[in-house]
């Protein structure tokens, strides 16, 4: 055996060959989104402490589960109102039962027709407004009246005016008082790029700038600015800063799930990932030690990270277990993919320890889109739970 | 106006101002995924027709479009058999009607009970083979016959037996032939590094290759090798090679919609390409140059090419029309994209005159991925198809 494996390395080898190709509470022929649910609850609920420990709203993004089942997770926890990032998604969610719906996007005009379907129903609608014309065509179109949230950009770069332009925000801001369909409700932030640090300080860091740009802004608007609510969105931040004064809500939304990019930025343990990909093994290629899973980009998209030799992955191994899965197996990664077919890179012990035919567990680069790509979960009991875009 | 705009431009903004926003046959609200059907109708023919002329059998590979209809309009160009790249796509194939499906994918043992179904029902099935374990499995457990194609790597170095490695493949042909349930139909190769050249002659050049590698391996197993057939499958080689002497199939999937990707390699040209993405623009960024969409990862997946300045994009920009699209846009490009945003980055002129509220169309960079997350298309005359992840 190779002395270069790190200890636990025989435990694993071990396990994988009494339990993976016993016999499971479910059986898997292809693959399969598994979902722990005794940790994807966990999750919820200590998000759910830290926002009543802090005293915010936390205003969970469903973006990531996209599943009315797992939304009922969230309501038993407290959570009443909801944030996701399409229409379409609001819709689905105003179906499963949900009455206050922010749509973290900013708002697309053609659209209206919907919104106005759901405000029939008398669901309370937040929208993000970036720009003056959608502010004129809503107050004209609108059935009834909507919330909006001024998207800021406090340096993320991607959406959002930013904090800087006051000019703007004030021109915004009086668009919206004047009009009788919008009501200004807020200042939304996603301060996307704590997905690009190397360190919790450096995510702390950003909040801190975050914090202080947005109450600057509220400031700077003086009467009007006092009651607007301040909500901030990603889950690195929402998962390891303390400091949040000035802050009223929260709205992360990867948390539910947590995976291998919120690992590798220290935000999540790994036990914390409640999803793997369950994959079967269908050929070996010795001499290259690459093994072939059926498992590829239609089931994982193509988020990749890079490894400590600056080598690009797309995914851990991981041992599946009967409730559960092992800790990260060394010494192998999923080191390339295409359409179906992904091809793992392993060293010697490894690579003969596995067979063709048995069922490995590949933790996600990305749960958001694996979970949107795969369009379903499996529990440990064998329950399919459905995402929306299989209905 | 920037003078550094390419001629044609002009035309292309005037286009813009007097198409866009006009009334067009399909109100479009959300992310949408255009096909025109003309072109890809064209498509299909243009290898039928080639197949024909260089008398060859063409056995398509439907994972690109993963469609009931798109199947028929390959059947009345005379198509009877066809390659899917998974047991599910088998499966659902055969529901729409095909009688003689090739799964090229290494088979996934687990899939037996489902290649039992299906032989129950008549289908001929072809199954690729790279492992004796599996040939093993498939003689004990199948109710009926199933072709095998043995999967060959000349090079390419993802899946298959190396053409190299002579005593494996004599191995596997031995085990095959003496199994009552596996017939040896032929050797299969996916020369998929065709995507990773830079000139057509590249391409033709690992053909040449590819063809001398598997008749070598027919000769050198004698009478035996005789009846195999040879099947060559990627869309680069079978769009531009002409010299296939050896080739008895050809099995493509891309050239159905083509994308960027062909179209950087030369293997189509930009009229070839018959999907693109409607996606309304919902904000702009002003200094910066940015345009913001809805249309992200969850409708494109991640792919991405390389330009001329080496700068990394996600997709090209074309101006809808009434029933097609203009050539791509010089200026402007798809430089980033996030879950569902994407950010386009244009310069000034064309900044200029593209409106929030716009709806504009992008050609995808691998239109596999992109059906296969947009799971429908609607055709110029508001048509919409099914693709199988929809239904």
Redesign the interface.
């Known amino acids: 055996m190779d002395i270069r494996i790190k200890s636990g390395f025989f435990m694993a080898i071990f396990m994988l060959k009494i339990s993976n190709r016993s016999n499971p509470m479910i059986a898997?022929?292809?693959p399969t989104l598994l979902l722990n649910e005794k940790q994807c609850k966990t999750n919820i609920q200590r998000m759910a402490n830290k926002a009543k420990r802090l005293n915010v709203q936390l205003v969970p993004h469903f973006?990531t589960h996209q599943s009315a089942e797992i939304g009922e997770w969230f309501k038993a926890s407290g959570v009443e109102s909801i944030t996701v990032?399409?229409?379409?998604m609001a819709e689905f969610f105003a179906k499963s039962g949900w009455k206050d719906i922010t749509i973290a996007?900013?708002?697309?005009?053609?659209?209206i027709?919907?919104v106005n379907k759901m405000l029939e129903q008398n669901i309370t609608l937040t929208l993000f407004i970036?720009?003056s014309?959608?502010i004129h065509?809503l107050n004209e179109t609108l059935i009834a009246p909507v919330n909006l949230f001024l998207e800021m950009d406090a340096g993320y770069?991607?959406?959002g005016v930013s904090t800087e332009n006051m000019d703007k925000v004030k021109e915004l801001v009086e668009r919206i008082n004047t009009g009788a369909k919008t009501k200004l409700y807020g200042l939304y932030c996603h301060p996307?790029n704590t997905y690009q640090t190397n360190s919790v300080d450096e995510i702390k860091g950003i909040w801190a700038e975050v914090i202080q740009k947005l109450t600057g802004v509220k400031t700077a608007l003086g009467a009007v600015g006092e009651s607007l609510k301040i909500r901030i969105g990603d889950t690195p931040g929402c998962s390891v800063v303390e400091e949040i004064q000035g802050v009223d809500e929260i709205g992360p939304g990867n948390y539910v799930f947590y995976d291998l990019v919120m690992n590798y930025l220290d935000v999540c343990n790994e036990s914390d990932i409640a999803v793997a990909v369950a994959c079967?093994v269908?050929?070996?290629?010795e001499g290259?030690n690459e093994i072939?899973i059926?498992g590829g980009?239609?089931h994982f998209?193509?988020?990749h990270l890079f490894d400590a030799n600056e080598e690009k992955f797309f995914g851990e191994v991981v041992i599946l277990e009967e409730d559960g899965w092992s800790p990260i197996v060394e010494g192998i990664k999923l080191v390339?993919i295409?359409?179906?077919?992904g091809?793992l890179m392993a060293n010697s012990a490894i690579f003969e320890a596995i067979?063709?035919?048995d069922?490995l567990g590949i933790l996600p680069i990305h749960s958001?889109?694996t979970a949107?790509?795969m369009?379903s979960y499996t529990t440990f009991k064998g329950q399919e739970i459905k995402h929306m875009?299989s209905l």
């Open positions: 898997i022929t292809r973006k990032s399409s229409v379409k996007f900013p708002f697309n005009m053609h659209e027709p919907a970036v720009n014309e959608v065509r770069g991607r959406s996307g079967p269908v050929a070996k290629n290259r072939i059926h980009a239609v998209s193509k988020d390339s295409s359409q179906e077919h091809v067979e063709v035919g069922i958001c889109l949107n790509l369009k875009e």
